[in-house]
């Protein structure tokens, strides 16, 4: 019995891995959250505690958004990988069929002993060329059965690859969704803060949220840096109201990372989904050189990206219950500025 060899990985399957893997590092990421801080008691601060929330549950949302645009890409490839087994499928099926013929034809010319034949044949030269036919048939039908053997074998090794990346997947969505349900408890635990507080503090909240929280340069009006940064600045400007819609790309709703991914599109740029993918999307530049289109990204982690639109202003999505809005460039640390 000859030996059994594997089949050398597909590009479903180099694919279909490392985006399984990308899923499960960040359903990991969001499960490595403490669960314990969406219910737990608030600080004497309940703005620092909002605060806290706000920051938690958009570090989880890109995490959440690059898990989501894998599972797209994974899905993708699964479709593939399927149309392939279909087209596999109907390779067989059509050496199956040529092995009939042959099969059929091995029995009209040979189903006597050779022997036996030649003996009773009228014509022996006849005979041998029948014969010499019947040979090349035998051939060239070992060679298909060959390839028929290797076909269902390939077959059956993508359809078993194909069923254990499914299942990956299903494993990593429930995951996904549970981690989802996490960031909401979040969300919700903040907006039930906010409600508790006096309308004097709340609005007070809001302005702080949009008050300049380090030193930053002394930035000018600026001009876009390309067409195609002017593009994405009004496009921007155009969702400026829109609400904050988690893991939202628009045009009714955005997260952050999203409203960048959207506007970039209008200018004919496909942005990266996340804050974190977004800030390497081109080079980066000191804030002090920062022009309108170019995209800021705060907090070491880069968990939140706005659009820089001049005069030290950015538009960006901040946060549930609150729209598409200018807020200045340093309303909170930045951590780079890229020019896309």
């Known amino acids: 019995m000859g030996s059994r060899r594997r089949l050398a990985p597909s590009g479903f399957d180099r694919g279909a891995s490392a985006a399984v893997c990308v899923l499960s590092a960040a359903a990991a990421a969001l499960g490595a959250m403490p669960a ?23 570090q989880a949302t890109q995490a959440y958004d690059k898990a989501d645009e894998s599972t797209g890409e994974l899905h993708r490839q699964v479709s593939d990988a399927q149309d392939r087994i279909a087209r596999q499928q109907q390779r067989i099926n059509t050496m199956r069929e040529a092995l009939g013929s042959l099969a059929g034809a091995q029995y009209r010319s040979g189903g006597i002993d050779p022997t036996v034949a030649l003996l009773f044949s009228d014509d022996p030269a006849d005979y041998l060329d029948k014969a010499s036919v019947l040979d090349r048939i035998t051939t060239q039908q070992a060679g298909q059965l060959k390839d028929l053997q290797e076909a269902m074998r390939e077959l059956a090794q993508e359809r078993t690859e194909a069923s254990g990346h499914l299942a990956e997947l299903e494993r990593s969505r429930k995951a996904v969704a549970t981690h989802k349900k996490t960031v909401e408890r979040k969300l919700a635990k903040a907006r039930q803060l906010l409600n508790r507080m006096p309308l004097a503090d709340r609005a007070s ?3 702080a949220s949009r008050s300049s929280r380090v030193d930053i340069p002394d930035l000018g009006a600026g001009v876009p840096s390309s067409g195609r940064a002017a593009a994405a600045v009004a496009a921007a400007q155009s969702a400026l109201g829109k609400p904050y819609v988690w893991g939202a790309t628009g045009p009714g709703g955005f997260d952050c990372s999203g409203l960048m991914q959207w506007s970039y599109a209008h200018a004919g740029v496909h942005l990266p989904r996340t804050s974190q993918e977004q800030r390497y999307a081109g080079h980066q530049i000191p804030l002090s050189q920062a022009q309108p289109g170019d995209l800021v990204t705060y907090r070491s982690d880069a968990s939140h990206v706005g659009m820089y639109v001049g005069n030290g202003q950015v538009i960006h999505a901040p946060y549930p219950g609150a729209p598409v809005r200018y807020d200045p460039v340093g309303m909170m640390p930045v951590s780079s500025v890229t020019r896309v």
């Open 36 to 58: 314990t801080s969406a219910v737990a008691a608030p600080h004497d601060d309940s703005r620092a505690e909002v605060d806290r929330l706000y920051q938690e549950a958009e």
């Open 205 to 207: 909240f809001d302005r």
